[in-house]
Every structure is written in C-alpha cells, then in structure tokens.
C-alpha cells in the first residue's frame, strides 16, 4: 500500500490511498490538481446551473451527493460517511443522526436568523459533524457557498486557497476552533470580512 502524507494544520492525515481511482498518482501535487479538477467539475455544475442549485435541498442525502460529485472521480469512496473515529468530527455512528439534525436546525435558521449567521452556523456544523474520511473542509466551503447562492447572495472568498498553508488559513482554522467553543464571531468575521 502506497502513501500520500498529509501534514498542513487541520487536515485530515490520509495514511490509506486504496480507494484512488488513479493509479497514476505518486505525488502530493498531482494529488491535488487532481481533486482541485474534479471539485471544479462540482462547482460548475451548480454554479453555472441555476435551475440546477433551485432543485437543491440540503440535506443527508444531497450531502452525499455533493461529496461524490467532488471527489468521486478520484476516490471511490466518495459520498460515503467514515466509518471509523477521525482527531476530528462526530463519533462516526452519529453521523446521520447530527446531519438529520442540522437539516431540521438549518429550516429553523434560515426562518428566524440573519443570512451571515445562517451560514456561519452552516458551515461550522459540517466541519464539525466532519463525515467523510477526507476533503471535509472543501466540501463543507461548497456547501456554504452554495446555500448562499441559492438564496440569492454571492459566494465567499474563503481567504482565499486556504487550502495552502497561509496566514488565511491559520485564521481560518483558529475561528473555527473559536466557533468549537461557542464564540462564532470570529469565524463569521473570516466568512463575511466584516
């Protein structure tokens, strides 16, 4: 078994590269042009798609979906939840039942909170619920960004690509963990540049 090694704050270590599509993949670089290729595929289709994104509802199943269309064409476990406990996240037998939650908190927020709250709240419960075995925070900036989309307002710059290691991500990752405690202004700072 090969090895990709993962070694930016926040990330998910991948010590298990069985479930790669691409066999011809030995680099962490091509690793990653390959899923930034397929994410795009992802943000295309609903970006590019209005009548497309219209049809969205986010919940468990569209979640999924969402993850698969992401990464699907690299890892064939795609879409699938983790099975096993990550430094991060829900314990893995939680994962539906906290996604279920959130579906039912989200129609709540989105009836009596601000759009800015909305999201933050949003964002930070996927990060937090953590569901896949990789690609948890690409997929929960998605999310975010199209729900905000989909309710008519623009998507976020996120810093920029923190997925590199920068400032941006630090401050990323470090309001997040201030969200973890219950203090989201930091985070909704970083997500609205308020």
């Known amino acids: 078994m090969g090895m990709i090694t993962f070694d930016k704050e926040g990330e998910t270590p991948l010590d298990d590269i069985s479930g790669l599509k691409l066999k011809k993949i030995t680099t962490r670089a091509e690793l990653d042009d390959a899923e930034a290729q397929n994410i ?5 289709k609903y970006t590019l798609n209005p009548s497309a994104l219209k049809k969205v509802t986010f919940d468990l ?9 992401m990464f699907g064409d690299v890892w064939s476990w795609a879409g699938e939840f983790r099975t096993t406990q990550t430094s991060i996240g829900v314990e893995a037998n939680m994962i539906h039942q ?7 908190d989200l129609k709540y927020w989105e ?3 601000d ?20 690609g948890n ?12 989309l989909r309710i008519g307002h623009q998507a976020l710059s996120w810093g920029g690509n923190i997925t590199e290691v920068s400032d941006a991500r630090s401050e990323y ?22």
């Open 61 to 69: 199943s569209f979640f999924r979906k969402l993850h698969k269309e």
């Open 173 to 194: 990752i470090a309001s997040l963990k201030e969200a973890d405690q219950g203090n989201y202004e930091p985070l909704k700072s970083f997500m609205f540049s308020i």
């Open 98 to 104: 906290r996604l279920y939650q959130l579906q039912d």
């Open 111 to 113: 009836s009596e909170w």
């Open 137 to 148: 925070g690409r997929w929960a900036r998605l999310a975010t960004d199209l729900w905000l």
């Open 40 to 44: 795009l595929k992802a943000y295309v």
């Open 115 to 134: 759009y800015r709250d909305t999201a933050v709240r949003l964002h930070h419960t996927l990060v937090k619920i953590h569901p896949f075995s990789n």
